[in-house]
Protein backbone atom coordinates (compact mmCIF):
# COMPACT_ATOMS: atom_id res chain seq x y z
CA UNK A 1 0.00 0.00 0.00
CA UNK A 2 1.11 3.41 -1.26
CA UNK A 3 1.48 6.02 1.85
CA UNK A 4 0.28 8.76 0.18
CA UNK A 5 -3.11 11.49 -0.16
CA UNK A 6 -6.44 10.27 1.13
CA UNK A 7 -8.12 8.22 -1.80
CA UNK A 8 -10.81 10.71 -2.38
CA UNK A 9 -7.88 13.16 -3.20
CA UNK A 10 -6.51 10.84 -5.66
CA UNK A 11 -9.64 10.08 -7.24
CA UNK A 12 -10.87 14.18 -7.51
CA UNK A 13 -7.42 14.76 -8.94
CA UNK A 14 -7.89 11.81 -11.79
CA UNK A 15 -11.27 12.83 -12.45
CA UNK A 16 -10.09 16.55 -13.07
CA UNK A 17 -6.93 15.12 -15.43
CA UNK A 18 -9.45 12.68 -17.49
CA UNK A 19 -11.83 15.32 -17.76
CA UNK A 20 -9.18 17.74 -19.31
CA UNK A 21 -7.24 15.20 -21.56
CA UNK A 22 -10.97 14.35 -23.04
CA UNK A 23 -11.64 18.20 -23.83
CA UNK A 24 -8.67 18.89 -25.27
CA UNK A 25 -8.91 15.08 -27.45
CA UNK A 26 -12.38 16.76 -28.45
CA UNK A 27 -10.65 20.31 -29.83
CA UNK A 28 -11.59 22.42 -26.40
CA UNK A 29 -8.30 24.51 -25.15
CA UNK A 30 -8.26 24.35 -21.65
CA UNK A 31 -7.06 26.23 -18.41
CA UNK A 32 -7.13 25.58 -14.38
CA UNK A 33 -8.05 28.58 -12.79
CA UNK A 34 -4.79 29.65 -10.27
CA UNK A 35 -6.82 30.98 -7.89
CA UNK A 36 -9.45 28.66 -6.24
CA UNK A 37 -13.35 29.06 -8.21
CA UNK A 38 -15.95 27.18 -8.10
CA UNK A 39 -15.31 25.72 -11.54
CA UNK A 40 -12.40 23.21 -11.64
CA UNK A 41 -11.33 24.23 -15.78
CA UNK A 42 -12.41 26.97 -18.15
CA UNK A 43 -12.02 25.75 -22.06
CA UNK A 44 -12.84 27.40 -25.13
CA UNK A 45 -15.53 25.70 -26.93
CA UNK A 46 -14.06 24.69 -30.46
CA UNK A 47 -17.46 25.43 -32.13
CA UNK A 48 -18.14 29.22 -31.56
CA UNK A 49 -14.91 30.34 -29.63
CA UNK A 50 -16.23 31.32 -26.18
CA UNK A 51 -14.96 30.17 -22.72
CA UNK A 52 -16.57 27.93 -21.08
CA UNK A 53 -16.43 26.71 -17.56
CA UNK A 54 -16.51 23.48 -15.99
CA UNK A 55 -17.52 21.51 -12.78
CA UNK A 56 -15.38 17.82 -12.89
CA UNK A 57 -17.18 15.44 -10.84
CA UNK A 58 -16.43 11.80 -10.39
CA UNK A 59 -19.49 9.43 -11.35
CA UNK A 60 -20.73 6.56 -8.86
CA UNK A 61 -22.63 3.60 -9.10
CA UNK A 62 -24.98 3.12 -6.80
CA UNK A 63 -25.22 -0.34 -5.92
CA UNK A 64 -28.63 0.24 -4.06
CA UNK A 65 -30.23 1.47 -7.17
CA UNK A 66 -29.93 -1.03 -9.92
CA UNK A 67 -26.21 0.23 -10.50
CA UNK A 68 -27.24 3.45 -11.69
CA UNK A 69 -24.74 5.92 -12.61
CA UNK A 70 -25.16 9.24 -10.00
CA UNK A 71 -23.06 12.92 -10.24
CA UNK A 72 -23.49 14.78 -7.35
CA UNK A 73 -23.18 18.34 -8.11
CA UNK A 74 -23.14 20.01 -4.85
CA UNK A 75 -20.79 23.01 -3.72
CA UNK A 76 -19.04 22.01 -0.20
CA UNK A 77 -22.26 23.85 1.56
CA UNK A 78 -24.25 21.25 -0.21
CA UNK A 79 -26.16 23.71 -2.97
CA UNK A 80 -26.56 23.67 -6.33
CA UNK A 81 -24.04 25.05 -8.43
CA UNK A 82 -25.96 28.09 -10.20
CA UNK A 83 -24.81 29.33 -13.63
CA UNK A 84 -22.06 32.13 -12.58
CA UNK A 85 -20.45 28.66 -11.12
CA UNK A 86 -20.37 26.59 -14.19
CA UNK A 87 -22.14 26.17 -17.74
CA UNK A 88 -20.84 22.31 -17.65
CA UNK A 89 -20.88 19.62 -15.52
CA UNK A 90 -18.04 16.93 -16.41
CA UNK A 91 -18.70 13.67 -14.81
CA UNK A 92 -15.90 10.77 -14.72
CA UNK A 93 -16.82 7.97 -14.26
CA UNK A 94 -14.11 5.41 -13.19
CA UNK A 95 -13.71 1.89 -12.69
CA UNK A 96 -11.26 -0.12 -11.45
CA UNK A 97 -8.19 -1.78 -14.20
CA UNK A 98 -10.53 0.36 -16.75
CA UNK A 99 -9.97 3.47 -18.70
CA UNK A 100 -12.19 6.11 -17.88
CA UNK A 101 -15.35 7.36 -19.30
CA UNK A 102 -15.65 11.02 -19.49
CA UNK A 103 -19.23 12.29 -19.70
CA UNK A 104 -20.28 16.65 -20.08
CA UNK A 105 -23.58 17.95 -19.66
CA UNK A 106 -25.01 21.38 -19.16
CA UNK A 107 -25.24 22.84 -15.47
CA UNK A 108 -29.54 22.44 -15.11
CA UNK A 109 -29.00 23.61 -11.73
CA UNK A 110 -29.67 20.10 -10.09
CA UNK A 111 -27.54 18.38 -7.14
CA UNK A 112 -28.27 14.72 -8.75
CA UNK A 113 -28.04 13.42 -11.81
CA UNK A 114 -28.75 10.62 -12.80
CA UNK A 115 -28.37 7.81 -15.75
CA UNK A 116 -28.43 4.31 -16.12
CA UNK A 117 -25.43 2.45 -17.22
CA UNK A 118 -27.13 1.65 -21.07
CA UNK A 119 -28.68 5.30 -21.53
CA UNK A 120 -25.59 7.36 -20.09
CA UNK A 121 -24.28 7.81 -23.86
CA UNK A 122 -27.92 9.01 -24.71
CA UNK A 123 -28.43 11.32 -21.80
CA UNK A 124 -25.00 12.61 -21.51
CA UNK A 125 -22.59 14.07 -24.15
CA UNK A 126 -19.66 11.36 -23.73
CA UNK A 127 -16.43 12.36 -24.79
CA UNK A 128 -13.46 10.31 -26.21
CA UNK A 129 -10.24 10.15 -24.67
CA UNK A 130 -8.66 9.27 -28.26
CA UNK A 131 -7.47 12.46 -30.07
CA UNK A 132 -8.68 13.44 -33.16
CA UNK A 133 -5.96 14.86 -35.11
CA UNK A 134 -7.98 16.05 -37.63
CA UNK A 135 -9.62 18.56 -36.10
CA UNK A 136 -6.19 20.34 -35.31
CA UNK A 137 -4.93 20.03 -38.95
CA UNK A 138 -4.99 22.87 -41.37
CA UNK A 139 -7.04 22.36 -43.98
CA UNK A 140 -4.53 21.53 -47.47
CA UNK A 141 -5.14 24.90 -49.61
CA UNK A 142 -4.54 24.16 -53.23
CA UNK A 143 -1.46 25.99 -55.32
CA UNK A 144 -2.72 28.77 -57.29
CA UNK A 145 -1.40 28.54 -60.87
CA UNK A 146 0.05 31.89 -62.55
CA UNK A 147 -2.60 32.78 -64.68
CA UNK A 148 0.07 35.16 -66.78
Do not use: C
Not at 82 to 98: K, Q, T
Amino acid sequence: MVNTAHVTEVTGKYSEIAATLALIANGWVVAEPETGESFDLVARDPLDGEWKTFQVKTIRERQDRRNELVVYARKGDGTTYDRADADYIVGVWVVEGEMPRVYMFENRLLTEYWASKARASERWVELSLALNRSIYEEPAVEPVENAS
